[in-house]
């Protein structure tokens, strides 16, 4: 199936002009991204270069994409825009609210009837406004994307921070909140902060045990959580080229982990055979007719420092296979000193599970892959010592992995295959025992390993690797296998070795599938009906938040001052919470329940200034907000790192929160407080942090006489009576000091309508 051949033909027919025009404004050469992100600009050509990690600039990106969970709260702000149809090409996928837990047949079929409202209202709403719509079952939305509607050159933007996935196809894919995306779905110009750019140049050859996993695994290791933070990765390199289109879908989907606006590979002969392969040659051949203008120019690619911001070079021949984690995907170990780390470090040796698939690696590359390690288990008579499971990408993977005979390899060693959905990656796993909170050890090939993140035991130590590396390391049942080097015991007591991993890029008979799980919107969506039962505990219609007063906040109550990381998962965790990702309310109740309080040391434990009692956040923050008050967050480092939710941002409103005061953010959280008319704020001194106390009350100057390159004033008034003041900086621009006047973006949205 073809998918939006006409808009692609627009998008290439317009970019080598606008690539020159770019060219001449900045008189020098290229980077990929700099060309992607000068021909999607909104309006007028910019007369004055763009200046990185300064400017706010409008693009006009070419399609958005939303998964169940976050879809919901876009869609119910969407209806209330007053649009009759979506301006750009739009899709719904259905992956996020399936839970393992039987096997894929079992679980797909329970999930059907126990998220039934929830499908009925997004096929209805994508049904009546134009948007394509994938059934549950049909496969996780990044998979869909890659193989369906990624495009090298074009720009997208979509409501899970792993869409960036696409740049494995050449695509400025860009995580955002629901508020971003419903901005592109009414037509409105999307802005964004011009990125910064990281050059990474790859050299050399990947062989043996080594996959494309393994680059963005190290590469996390040296830019950590955050180093990517208002930064788009760009690829290239002879290395680059020498990569898979879905491998490099692998590195762009684990760029969420860094921080990174997105990541991006140059158009190469990989990409075209990957889309020629998914049907779309039409597309490939489009793309060679303008080959130069979808990769960086040779100039830049010759002496990157000059032109990117920073530069990082892997060599892929010396680079060895590692394993990430526990509990942050950026600790990264190089298997030939895991075992050691895992030894020093009181890590739970036994591996309970291995698990493999989802949105980062769940190509025919890596199945085969992961196959082909598994296939010597059995043909050499080893037993499999740990839990084995597989969650296959898309319909299409699926279908083609059983007719290849893959899922038979897999279930001679007692693999589980799980629903084409995302599953254990984010937390919908029903995991026999997990409760108990005991001590053990999985290993994935997923891209986040946070604390409780895939199974709900803050003692279970997640670390991440490749599929041929999980695979290999659930054989063995031990983290302290190194199939590089060791050997295992066979049935008959022999020492056996396994063999190098070998894969096939693509199937040799083609991709198969018998339905792909999509369906098409109605041509006139003017008649049918969305309705919302008022005693639904799952979706709910949003109301306006109330706009600003035109005063100084004064008397904010302090709610929490969070220690340490916290992630999106901390401020509003998924799992058996996403059931309420359409009710605001209902899902309110999880605010902040995972953030550890400063002042005890203990998650949802807060100490209220109303009958200095110690009770949950949610309670807290409500009780202030029903008696009038409003509250303050302080956060640490890289607050809302993590997944691109806004409901982590729309609680805190709902709750009353008015303003969220850190040491810095991650990029996504701090856009959609800012949407939501919170204000994000950070200190401009980061020992002030320490200043604050746990009864202070919290006023806010500045807001009154507000101009962007004015901070605002903090001050705290202990409860000794004393006060103190400090200085802290704000980064809103006019467009979105609005955004908080109205209350809202969305309220501004709504206004325009009137």
């Given at each position: 199936m073809l998918f939006d051949i006409d808009l692609?033909?627009?998008?290439?027919?317009?970019?080598?002009?606008?690539?020159?025009?770019?060219?001449?404004?900045?008189?020098?050469?290229?980077?990929?991204?700099?060309?992607?992100?000068?021909?999607?600009?909104?309006?007028?050509?910019?007369?004055?270069?763009?200046?990185?990690?300064?400017?706010?600039?409008?693009?006009?990106?070419?399609?958005?994409?939303?998964?169940?969970?976050?879809?919901?709260?876009?869609?119910?702000?969407?209806?209330?825009?007053?649009?009759?149809?979506v301006a750009v090409p739009t899709t719904v996928h259905c992956d996020h609210l399936i839970q393992a837990k039987l096997g894929a047949e079992a679980d797909l079929k329970d999930a059907e009837t126990t998220n039934k409202e929830v499908y009925d209202f997004l096929a209805s709403v994508s049904n009546k406004y134009g948007i394509g719509f994938w059934k549950p079952g049909a496969g996780i939305i990044h998979q869909i994307v890659l193989e369906n509607y990624a495009f090298p050159g074009g720009m997208m933007v979509g409501t899970d921070s792993h869409t960036v996935n696409a740049g494995g196809l050449g695509m400025v894919a860009i995580g955002v909140g629901g508020a971003d995306a419903v901005d592109v779905m009414v037509g409105m110009p999307w802005e964004l902060k011009f990125p910064k750019l990281i050059g990474v140049k790859l050299t050399g050859r990947m062989n043996g045990w080594t996959s494309a996993k393994d680059i963005i695994l190290k590469l996390a290791g040296i830019l950590t959580v955050d180093g990517g933070t208002d930064a788009i990765i760009e690829y290239f390199g002879e290395g680059a080229d020498s990569i898979s289109a879905t491998g490099k879908g692998t590195i762009c989907n684990m760029g969420a982990e860094v921080g990174a606006t997105t990541s991006i590979f140059g158009f190469d002969d990989s990409m075209a055979r990957y889309l020629t392969a998914t049907g779309r040659k039409d597309v490939a051949d489009l793309a060679f007719q303008i080959k130069d203008d979808l990769r960086i120019d040779s100039e830049v690619a010759a002496n990157p420092e000059k032109y990117f911001d920073r530069v990082v070079e892997i060599n892929l021949s010396e680079l060895e296979p590692y394993v990430n984690g526990p509990f942050t995907p950026d600790k990264a170990w190089p298997i030939s000193q895991f075992a050691q780390a895992v030894e020093e470090n009181g890590y739970p040796e036994k591996l309970e599970v291995g698990l493999i698939g989802s949105c980062t690696n769940s190509s025919y590359e890596d199945i085969t892959r992961a196959a082909s390690v598994a296939a010597?288990?059995?043909?050499?008579?080893?037993?499999?010592?740990?839990?084995?499971?597989?969650?296959?990408?898309?319909?299409?993977?699926?279908?083609?992995?059983?007719?290849?005979?893959?899922?038979?390899?897999?279930?001679?060693?007692?693999?589980?295959?799980?629903?084409?959905?995302?599953?254990?990656?984010?937390?919908?796993?029903?995991?026999?025992?997990?409760?108990?909170?005991?001590?053990?050890?999985?290993?994935?090939s997923f891209n986040r390993n946070f604390a409780k993140r895939n199974d709900g035991n803050p003692n279970t130590f997640a670390f991440v690797a490749s599929p041929e590396i999980v695979t290999a390391l659930a054989v063995a049942g031990s983290l302290k296998f190194n199939p590089l080097t060791d050997t295992l015991k066979n049935e008959k007591g022999e020492d056996v070795r396994l063999d190098e991993p070998q894969g096939f890029e693509l199937p040799i008979r083609g991709f198969d599938v018998a339905d792909n799980g999509y369906v098409a919107p109605a041509t006139d969506g003017s008649k049918v009906d969305v309705s919302i039962d008022s005693a639904s505990s799952r979706l709910q219609e949003l109301k306006p938040f109330e706009p600003w007063n035109g005063k100084d906040l004064k008397g904010l109550r302090l709610l929490i001052k969070v220690k340490g990381k916290c992630t999106t998962d901390h401020i509003s965790m998924a799992g058996p919470w996403l059931k309420y990702r359409g009710h605001l309310e209902n899902i309110s109740?999880?605010?902040?329940?995972?953030?550890?309080?400063?002042?005890?040391?203990?998650?949802?434990?807060?100490?209220?200034?109303?009958?200095?009692?110690?009770?949950?956040?949610?309670?807290?923050?409500?009780?202030?907000?029903?008696?009038?008050?409003?509250?303050?967050?302080?956060?640490?480092?890289?607050?809302?790192?993590?997944?691109?939710?806004?409901?982590?941002?729309?609680?805190?409103?709902?709750?009353?929160?008015?303003?969220?005061?850190?040491?810095?953010?991650?990029?996504?959280?701090?856009?959609?407080?800012?949407?939501?008319?919170?204000?994000?704020?950070?200190?401009?001194?980061?020992?002030?942090?320490?200043?604050?106390?746990?009864?202070?009350?919290?006023?806010?100057?500045?807001?009154?006489?507000?101009?962007?390159?004015?901070?605002?004033?903090?001050?705290?008034?202990?409860?000794?009576?004393?006060?103190?003041?400090?200085?802290?900086?704000?980064?809103?621009?006019?467009?979105?000091?609005?955004?908080?006047?109205?209350?809202?973006?969305?309220?501004?949205?709504?206004?325009?309508?009137?």
């Open positions: 692609i033909k627009k998008v290439y027919a317009a970019l080598p002009a606008k690539v020159e025009q770019a060219r001449a404004l900045l008189g020098r050469p290229l980077t990929l991204t700099e060309k992607i992100l000068y021909a999607h600009i909104d309006g007028a050509f910019p007369k004055q270069p763009l200046e990185r990690g300064e400017s706010y600039v409008d693009f006009n990106p070419d399609r958005v994409a939303m998964q169940d969970a976050t879809a919901q709260m876009a869609l119910l702000q969407f209806m209330g825009a007053g649009k009759t149809k010597q288990a059995a043909q050499k008579n080893i037993k499999v010592k740990s839990e084995f499971t597989i969650t296959p990408g898309s319909e299409m993977i699926r279908y083609t992995m059983q007719r290849d005979g893959l899922l038979d390899v897999f279930d001679k060693i007692g693999g589980v295959v799980l629903a084409n959905a995302c599953g254990p990656c984010i937390g919908q796993w029903a995991r026999h025992n997990a409760d108990k909170g005991e001590r053990n050890s999985i290993i994935t109740q999880n605010m902040l329940i995972g953030a550890t309080n400063f002042f005890n040391g203990h998650t949802n434990s807060v100490k209220s200034q109303l009958d200095h009692k110690f009770v949950p956040v949610p309670d807290a923050a409500k009780a202030y907000r029903d008696a009038g008050f409003k509250s303050i967050v302080i956060g640490d480092e890289n607050y809302g790192e993590g997944s691109s939710r806004e409901h982590a941002a729309m609680e805190p409103r709902y709750l009353g929160v008015a303003v969220i005061l850190a040491k810095s953010f991650a990029r996504i959280h701090q856009t959609n407080l800012k949407k939501q008319g919170v204000l994000a704020l950070t200190f401009v001194d980061k020992s002030d942090y320490d200043r604050v106390r746990e009864d202070d009350i919290v006023d806010i100057l500045g807001l009154e006489s507000f101009h962007p390159s004015k901070n605002f004033t903090v001050v705290l008034t202990h409860r000794d009576g004393t006060t103190e003041s400090f200085e802290v900086a704000q980064t809103y621009n006019e467009n979105q000091f609005e955004w908080f006047k109205a209350g809202s973006a969305l309220n501004l949205i709504r206004n325009s309508q009137k």
